[in-house]
């Protein structure tokens, strides 16, 4: 296979879009598709400065990368969740992260340890509340939390996710299976930030294959941290992957026209009868952050 | 050839195109990469028998 813009050997075939690449077209094709990703979901302007989440994963590490090449002003925020059960988990991808970081001398990189702030690992944390199962609820939270409380903190109004489009088709695929219409309603490219102390939410690499972000690392030389938290075994979410993935080999786009036609009727008026992104919100009494809850936060209510 | 994926490894002897050589370990191409001396190869490419071939899943969890 051959590279459609200049002819070299390809390096990656992408059949949904029935296009091939070469190393050097495929990483320009991705910082390409990424800012018009941004300008057609109207994530963020020039002047916003972006805080993204980084895990030292492959996704999070590629969208730093590429908001960097477009000239936007991007920081890094590492949550240290001190999983280190299965060998040093967070210690490996917090190491991957400020290497990555070092070789981006004009960004900053927030790390937030949750046991030296909080007195408390997640694994431990699960203990106390009886879920060492799945743990990945009460980390849902703790991110959430963390990632809005330092973007406030800090003067972003931005929060950059790296979530690809394998990810928001295995959530959109749960959320339809039970049909979650609150979690239908907000999902999306952008959260918007409607209230007071929340940062507006994006997920710049919405429409890429998770096949592509690998790609664009490896072809990059990224170094990103391959294995899982020890907590994804067994995860729903990676059944759901691979019954889509099924699907995508049978018929190449199933994915990205399964999540993009959602947003579209999304958009025509679909979920719209009581369409807003967020229910109301009260002020959590003890960290100020905004919440649903009648007292404290979901957040707060974990350490009480 | 040599073939690794995830902790496992197989040999094959015969050339064998990228995509035969994933029906034969049994894993979808939309599944993974396939990097051959440290570069990424279509499905379409043909493996020699002395090649190393690293296949990287792309799936992640959590
Ligand atoms: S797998 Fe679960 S516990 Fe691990 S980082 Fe992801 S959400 Fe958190
Ligand atoms: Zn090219
Ligand atoms: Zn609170």
């Known amino acids: ?304 | 050839m040599e073939v690794t994926y995830r902790d496992r490894t197989w040999t094959f002897d015969e050339a064998l195109t990228v995509e035969q050589m994933l029906k034969r370990i049994d894993v979808l191409p939309e599944s993974v990469l396939v990097v051959r001396d440290g570069t990424l190869v279509t499905e379409d490419q043909k493996l020699k028998p002395g090649d190393r071939v690293k296949v990287v899943g792309v799936i992640s969890g959590g």
Not at chain 1, 83 to 95: F, Q
Not at chain 1, 231 to 237: I, N
Not at chain 1, 244 to 271: D, I
Request: charged share 25%.
């Open chain 1, 1 to 304: 296979m051959r590279c459609r813009t200049c002819g070299a050997p390809a390096i990656i075939n992408m059949r949904h879009h029935k296009l091939s690449l070469c190393a050097a077209h495929f990483p320009d094709w991705v910082v390409k598709h990424t800012a018009k990703a941004i300008r057609k979901y109207r994530m963020f302007k020039p002047e916003d400065r972006i805080l993204v989440a980084v895990s030292g994963g492959k996704d999070s590490l590629a969208l730093w990368d590429v908001l960097l090449a477009l000239g936007y002003h991007a920081d890094g925020l590492y949550i240290d969740l001190g999983i280190d059960v299965g060998g040093g988990y967070s210690t490996r991808s917090r190491e991957t992260t400020i290497t990555f970081q070092e070789s981006q001398p004009r960004t900053k990189l927030h790390i937030i340890s949750i046991p030296n702030v909080y007195g408390e690992s997640l694994a431990a944390l699960a203990k106390r509340k009886r879920r060492t199962d799945r743990p990945c609820s009460l980390c849902g939270v703790i991110k959430r939390h963390e990632m809005n409380r330092i973007a406030m903190a800090e003067g972003y109004n931005v929060l950059a996710t790296g979530h690809n489009l394998d990810d928001e088709a295995a959530i959109l695929f749960a959320n339809v299976l039970h049909w979650q219409i609150g979690y239908l309603r907000r999902q999306g490219p952008v959260l918007p930030a409607d209230g007071e102390g929340l940062a507006r939410k994006v997920k710049p690499f919405c429409r890429f294959y998770e096949r592509e972000t690998a790609a664009y690392v490896l072809v990059k030389g990224i170094d990103y941290i391959y294995e899982e938290c020890p907590f994804a075994v067994g995860a729903t979410s990676i059944r759901h992957k691979e019954t889509l993935t099924r699907m995508e080999h049978a018929s190449p786009g199933t994915k990205l026209q399964f999540y993009v036609n959602f947003l579209r009727a999304k958009k025509e008026g679909l979920l719209s009868s009581h369409d807003r992104a967020r229910p109301d919100l009260r002020m959590c009494p003890q960290c100020g952050q905004p919440t649903t809850a009648e007292t404290l936060c979901r957040f707060c209510r974990l350490w009480n």
